[in-house]
Each structure stands twice: as structure tokens, then as C-alpha cells.
T-cell receptor, first 113, second 112 residues
Framework: NAGVTQTPKFRILKIGQSMTLQCTQD?????MYWYRQDPGMGLKLIYY???????DKGEVPNGYNVSRSTTEDFPLRLELAAPSQTSVYFC????????????FGPGTRLTVL | QQQVKQSPQSLIVQKGGISIINCAYE??????FPWYQQFPGKGPALLIA?????SEKKEGRFTISFNKSAKQFSLHIMDSQPGDSATYFC???????????FGEGTQLTVNP
């Protein structure tokens, strides 16, 4: 099992550009999550999904969009990138809700200049 | 009401010492409290977790202490080792819920 994989590992964007961060899991997990990590701020939930076709906003959804067409994939779309979106982005998955362990990918480091 | 407050922000401990990280939560509906460990350049990984029906849970050198009345919980790392140097996040959720609320993180450095 590869677990949770994310691409790309690093990316530099110019202000106003768009991009998609890819996330794939091979554990047949129903729940998937996108977080951003900023120094001293912990992990903030951007969006999450409880199954294919179902997504919901987290704490910091503005400037992002997601879709979940399959169980395996949960891409995060950045439209009109801004410097405030400079961060490390983590995708995670879990089998179910609540007390189920979340498995994290290795992250994508994004810089917006 | 969804916040989880974590302290200290950074911690330096000598090898063999005890590392203590504290968290406080506001939402009394939370009933699952995990700790995640993150090494540089990696994603977080579950270290240990506790449910509020017990006041303490121990796994090897790692112990969670839980105080329901004070709405606080803490991670104790006994006999700290340089390999424990990492960022530690506490978190909280409802077992009926879909999402974790994370603390701000503690960067632990264990000196040889």
C-alpha cells in the first residue's frame, strides 16, 4: 500500500495563477481531508469529504475548491492564487468518522509570489 | 467553542528527561483526544489517543493524562530521546463527528 500520495511536492505560483493539488489514497477510505499548515498555527481544515460526491467546508475554505468523483481521489483546486495561500498542504484519509485514525500524505509546499 | 489550545510552542529537553505538552479544549462535546507526531518534511502520524472514560493511557514511554473537569489533557514523554525530536499536535473531536480540531503544535527538541 502506498497510503496517501500527494503531487506535486513543491510548487511556486505567481499571484493570480491557478493550480490543482492532487491527492490519492489506496486504502479504500471513505473520509478524506485537506489541511493547510502554517508555522505556529497548527493544521487548519480546508475541506473534507465523507464519500464520493459529498464534500463540505472546513475552517478555512475561501480561495479553494474540491471535488470527489471517486473514493480514491480528492483534488484541491486553487483559483487566483494569493500570497496568503503560501503554506504546506496536507491531504489525509480515514476509514470512518470520529475516533478513526487519519493517515496523512507527505505534503505539498506551495509558495505564491 | 471549537478551539484547542496547546502549550508550550517549543520545548527543549535533555536526553533522558521528561517532556510535557499541555492542551486545553472548550467544547464539552469532544470525546476523542489524539496526539499526532510530525517529523520534518513528513506528514503527521497518530502517536497515541484517549477517550474520556479513562484518566490516563500509556503506550511505552508516551502517556496521555486527561482531566475532564478541567477540560485539559497532556502528553508526557518519559526518558526523552533525540529521536523524539519532532512537532507534536494535540487534537480533539466528537466520535460522532467527521473532523479533528488541532492545537497549534509544539516543537520538541531533545538534546543528546
Amino acid at each position: 500500500n502506498a497510503g496517501v500520495t500527494q503531487t506535486p511536492k513543491f510548487r511556486i505560483l505567481k499571484i493570480g495563477q491557478s493550480m490543482t493539488l492532487q491527492c490519492t489514497q489506496d486504502m479504500n477510505h471513505n473520509y478524506m481531508y485537506w489541511y493547510r499548515q502554517d508555522p505556529g498555527m497548527g493544521l487548519k481544515l480546508i475541506y473534507y469529504s465523507v464519500g464520493a460526491g459529498i464534500t463540505d467546508k472546513g475552517e478555512v475554505p475561501n480561495g479553494y475548491n474540491v471535488s470527489r468523483s471517486t473514493t480514491e481521489d480528492f483534488p484541491l483546486r486553487l483559483e487566483l492564487a494569493a500570497p496568503s495561500q503560501t503554506s504546506v498542504y496536507f491531504c489525509a484519509s480515514s476509514y470512518s468518522r470520529g475516533y478513526n485514525e487519519q493517515f496523512f500524505g507527505p505534503g505539498t509546499r506551495l509558495t505564491v509570489l | 467553542q471549537q478551539q484547542v489550545k496547546q502549550s508550550p510552542q517549543s520545548l527543549i529537553v535533555q536526553k533522558g528527561g521528561i517532556s510535557i505538552i499541555n492542551c486545553a479544549y472548550e467544547n464539552t462535546a469532544f470525546d476523542y483526544f489524539p496526539w499526532y507526531q510530525q517529523f520534518p518534511g513528513k506528514g503527521p502520524a497518530l502517536l497515541i489517543a484517549i477517550r474520556p472514560d479513562v484518566s490516563e493511557k500509556k503506550e511505552g514511554r508516551f502517556t496521555i493524562s486527561f482531566n475532564k473537569s478541567a477540560k485539559q489533557f497532556s502528553l508526557h514523554i518519559m526518558d526523552s530521546q533525540p529521536g523524539d525530536s519532532a512537532t507534536y499536535f494535540c487534537a480533539a473531536s466528537k466520535t460522532s463527528g467527521s473532523r479533528l480540531t488541532f492545537g497549534e503544535g509544539t516543537q520538541l527538541t531533545v538534546n543528546p
